[in-house]
């Protein structure tokens, strides 16, 4: 029988995939896989939080509820309970109205969405993201029809930010382009701009009239506060200006496979909000129609309810303070082996990730002889690691940069 679809090409690999799949495969019962952005215990397990069981078993007992579908703009008490996480308690932007929120499929849904919708309705197709950003953004952007740019961001030489670097890229971008920011916890480098560097950043962007998309998958779990996360965030709706933002519970929920997020839209008035609330559910229905209900449900039982959030925010500060300490421990592990360089990046950087500035030759290395898996590029999720592979990782690390110049 002939084939309709045998000239179809096997697919490019994934570099975060095949690292994934390689640990898979390793036999060895010491493998350690750095490379995948989930959150483990101390025990290297997955974590449901207590808040979010209870919450579940509160959603199981109420034989009142369905399984209809929800509206294409999904749950409205998780739509204003999310504006209210992101945006702050009195923010003037939700009083006027002005403010469009919408349930997606988890932050890359969120994005998705939002990039469609620009896509078609933003003058300016043009999309800057920092360089590096995370692996999914420029297939996002560029699947939707907008052409992606990179602006810099991580200097390799500080292991830090290159702020003039990005200030110059973004003065130099067209007027309404957009520009992805990460709110938080930049990933893969862990690398976040200060509160003075955002208001730079903030008042370039507004007067080179650029329109801010912000990535907001980790509220609450970099810092540990989920104000100091949204810092950013509403630094730039205080102003007035337009902004898009995605949010994920993933993170700080750990409702991963539930696929839960939310893209809110924040406009100049309430009658632009109205317009571009419809223009969006337009391209929502062709694309999911509705979104799930079960994982809203959970984000929303949790957010209204005093007790719930009170424990869930101490369950999210738990995690963010074990990530911190991770840091701490690894650093602490480097500097006692003496191994060469300077190692301070890491207890410098914040969130689930950090780039070890390893080399792709090392990298490939430490797969092969130590069986511990990173990203080619050397980043490594430290909500990963636990008091007992650190030293694993911190000896391996002292063997291949001792090996390897």
């Not at 702050?88 to 939002?114: F, W, Y």
């Not at 080179?208 to 990535?215: H, N």
Request: proline share 6%.
């Amino acid at each position: 029988m002939n084939s309709i679809l045998s000239s179809v090409l096997p697919a490019p690999k994934d570099p975060v995939l095949s690292v994934i799949f390689a640990c898979r495969d390793d036999p060895s019962p010491v493998k350690l896989n750095l490379s995948a952005g989930t959150y483990r215990t101390e025990e290297g397990k997955p974590l449901v939080l207590d808040v979010v069981r209870r919450a579940e078993q509160q959603l199981a007992n109420d034989l009142s509820r369905d399984k209809e579908y929800l509206p294409l703009n999904g749950l409205p008490e998780f739509n204003k309970l999310s504006t209210k996480l992101i945006l702050g308690d009195d923010s003037p932007a939700v009083k006027e109205n002005r403010v469009v929120t919408i349930q997606c499929l988890s932050g890359t849904g969120s994005l998705r969405v939002g990039a469609e919708f620009l896509a078609t309705h933003n003058k300016e197709r043009v999309i800057f993201v920092p360089d590096p950003t995370w692996g999914n953004h420029p297939r996002i952007f560029a699947l939707a029809g907008l052409s992606v740019e990179y602006f810099r961001y991580y200097d390799p030489k500080s292991r830090g930010l290159d702020f003039k670097g990005m200030l110059e890229d973004l003065g130099a971008a067209p007027p309404g382009a957009i520009v992805v920011l990460q709110a938080c916890g930049h990933n893969p480098t862990g690398v976040d701009p200060t509160f003075e560097q955002w208001e730079q950043i903030r008042r370039l962007v507004r007067s080179k009239c650029l329109l801010p998309f912000f990535d907001s998958a980790y509220q609450g779990f970099a810092s540990g506060s989920l104000d100091s996360d949204a810092q950013a965030v509403r630094m730039f709706v205080a102003d007035g200006g337009e902004c898009l933002i995605a949010q994920s519970y993933a993170k700080n929920m750990g409702l991963y496979g539930e696929r839960i997020g939310a893209l809110t839209i924040v406009c100049t008035s309430e009658d632009v909000a109205k317009k571009v609330e419809d223009q969006v559910l337009l391209v929502v229905r062709p694309m999911y129609l509705t979104p799930p209900i079960h994982g809203a449900s959970i984000v929303a039982t949790i957010l209204k309810n005093s007790d719930m959030y009170n424990d869930w925010t101490i369950e999210l500060k738990g995690m963010a303070d074990r990530i911190i300490s991770m840091r701490q421990q690894l650093y602490e592990a480097i500097q006692a082996r003496g191994t060469p360089g300077d190692w301070s990046h890491i207890i410098k950087h914040i969130g689930m990730f950090t780039f070890t500035g390893l080399s792709e030759e090392q990298v490939h290395l430490i797969a092969k002889e130590y069986h511990i898996y990173m990203t080619y590029d050397g980043r490594i999720s430290m909500a990963s690691l636990s008091s007992k592979t650190v030293p694993q990782l911190a000896d391996a690390i002292h063997a291949v940069v001792t090996r390897i110049a």
